[in-house]
């Protein structure tokens, strides 16, 4: 089993839908997590830390429920812009070993 | 300079031949991490260094692979006998010393390797 799983995608929305997307993580060891975003040909880019008590940035908002080992993402009033690869991360504390789901794609359509 | 450098940006080579791959951290950053990431798939870790502690190597694919650092400076990643299948964007990241929970990961443009 995959340290870091998430839905396979691709989501296919038009704009100004809202969508999530959904991940698991197996390793308790995991402490931290995050949310990069990437484009294609690009390299990974920071997009939301995600904090116990959830937390939201703009049209974005993350949440984290440790007891299931579960960690989301919203995305509210989707843009064009917002077509990308979304991938969960989750960090080891003691270690910093940090490991990447396989992404999951999002194409927002006209 | 201010982010994760990478060089070469692009490199074609012929099979059986040796490349080297350079990642410049940002300044400060005690870890590095290298990953692979093949054309429409994940990121692939290959290895991990913290600081002057023994480096995680698990994710390295085959003896083919190596890869260094001097200090908490500059890192190679070196591929002997380069195979097709190694062509993919090989990316490199670096972390500032752990002080708190929300420490994250930020990566180069990464070194796109063709072998042909």
């Known amino acids: 089993r995959k340290e870091v799983e998430q839905d396979p995608g691709p989501f296919n929305v038009p704009e100004g839908a809202t969508v999530a997307f959904n991940c698991t993580y197996s390793n308790s060891a995991s402490q931290s997590f995050f949310w990069y975003r990437q484009d294609c040909r690009k390299e990974p880019k920071l997009l939301m830390s995600?904090?116990?008590s959830g937390n939201e940035d703009g049209r974005f908002t993350a949440q984290l429920n440790r007891a299931s080992q579960y960690i989301s993402l919203l995305i509210r009033d989707s843009k064009l812009s917002d077509s990308a690869t979304y991938l969960c991360v989750g960090r080891e504390t003691s270690y910093d070993k940090v490991i990447f789901g396989p992404g999951t794609s999002l194409s927002v359509i006209p | 300079g201010a982010g994760v450098s990478q060089s070469p940006s692009n490199k074609v080579t012929e099979k059986g031949k040796d490349v080297e791959l350079r990642c410049d951290p940002i300044?400060?950053?005690?870890?590095l991490y290298w990953y692979r990431q093949r054309l429409g798939q994940g990121l692939e870790f290959l290895i991990y260094?913290?600081?002057?502690?023994?480096?995680?190597k698990s994710g390295l694919p085959s003896d083919r692979f190596s890869a260094e650092r001097t200090g908490e400076s500059v890192s190679t990643l070196t591929i002997q006998r380069t195979q097709q299948e190694d062509s993919a964007v090989y990316l490199c990241?670096?972390?500032?010393?752990?002080?708190?929970?929300?420490?994250?990961?930020?990566f180069g443009e990464g070194s796109w390797l063709t072998v042909v």
């Open positions: 260094f913290q600081g002057n502690s023994a480096p995680d």
């Open positions: 995600v904090y116990s």
């Open positions: 990241a670096s972390s500032p010393r752990r002080t708190g929970l929300g420490n994250t990961i930020y």
């Open positions: 300044s400060g950053h005690t870890a």
